[in-house]
């Protein structure tokens, strides 16, 4: 599981409003702060995660991280700088994944829930930073408690509930350690084959594109590595190439440009797609397996990662 310390400046979240709470002026006299759109930071009030030094502080930052937000505040959330928030809950899934207990992220959902407003905002960040295909952070461990969190959620209803049960649904498949779903592909010569007819200490399964130019990179990525060269012309590691959608004249036009030592096919019938047995929302999309096909990488496109993994696996041989 990886996550890398990043700041997100330009996420385009929905605006959403929110109400604070009032502060005593005098014992006669209040007065409630307002906030341009957009404006409102939320207060800091715990060290950052690289000044921690004990688990006794770690439990002290999570317990009070959001000490400085007012999830009371229902319909002016939107005086709040999205990305601020959205930075505040980067560093605070860093210190949640850091303790191990990723039960407080549910906690903080149950928190965000005192209103739809500010529960919609949590949902839309999150989805960002842990969802969304270009999100540097994207993670399925760390999505999967927020989601069996909203898919019981009191304040959905039936229809809103939709997305989460069918994200929860993709995130649940092929998680790291667990085996990876079966595939049947099909070659250009017309042979069929499955994933687990596959023999090999490692297998690299990448769903590509014909008009992907990242997905040509990545090969190039690939074809570049000593290590995974080594490895495949021991017989250690078998890459294949699989074509999940409908175009195959397209495909068959690119099948003599890709690594001959490859097994490259295509989904005939596209029944990954229509099973959601794997998540094809973006590609190129790499898992790295093992020789019982546990899943080692998860929908990575990070060739230099997947060498390091293979790498501290074969230390520990």
């Avoid at 959001?66 to 939107?78: I, L, N, S, T, Y």
């Avoid at 909203?150 to 509930?161: C, G, I, K, N, Q």
């Avoid at 297998?203 to 080594?230: Q, Y």
Wanted: charged content about 30%; glycine content about 4%.
């Amino acid at each position: 599981m990886r996550l890398t310390k990043v700041i997100i400046t330009t996420l385009a979240l929905l605006a959403i409003g929110c109400q604070q709470t009032s502060k005593p002026k005098s014992e006669t006299e209040t007065e409630t702060e307002s906030y341009e759109v957009g404006t409102r930071r939320m207060e800091r009030t715990v060290a950052p995660l690289a000044e921690i030094r004990n688990v006794e502080e770690l439990n002290y930052a999570i317990a009070h991280f959001w000490d400085g937000f007012d999830f009371e505040c229902g319909e002016r959330v939107a005086e709040y700088n999205t990305d601020d928030i959205c930075q505040a809950f980067i560093d605070y899934t860093m210190l949640v994944y850091t303790s191990g207990d990723l039960s407080h992220l549910q906690s903080l959902m149950e928190r965000a829930s005192a209103s739809r407003e500010v529960l919609d905002l949590f949902m839309s960040v999150s989805e960002m930073v842990l969802h969304d295909p270009n999100s540097p952070l994207r993670n399925d461990e760390l999505y999967i408690p927020i989601l069996e969190y909203l898919v019981e959620s009191p304040l959905l209803d039936e229809y809103d509930r939709m997305i989460p049960e069918h994200d929860l649904h993709i995130a649940m498949q092929n998680r790291l350690g667990h085996k990876a779903n079966d595939i049947v592909y099909t070659t250009a010569k017309g042979k069929r084959g499955t994933l687990y007819d596959i023999e090999a200490d490692y297998t690299l399964l990448m769903f590509n594109n014909p008009d992907c130019p990242t997905c040509r990179m990545i090969i190039d990525n690939i074809v570049a590595s000593p290590l995974m060269n080594e490895m495949q012309e021991m017989g250690r590691l078998k890459v294949i190439a699989i074509y999940p959608d409908a175009d195959l004249e397209a495909w068959h036009r690119y099948v003599d440009k890709m690594p001959r030592r490859w097994i490259v096919s295509y989904d005939e019938g596209q029944r990954i797609t229509h099973d959601k047995s794997y998540d094809l929302r973006a590609i190129p999309s790499l898992y790295l397996l093992d020789k019982d096909k546990r899943v080692m990488v998860k929908d990575s496109y990070d060739v230099a990662y997947i060498e390091n993994v293979i790498a501290r696996a074969e230390s520990d041989i």
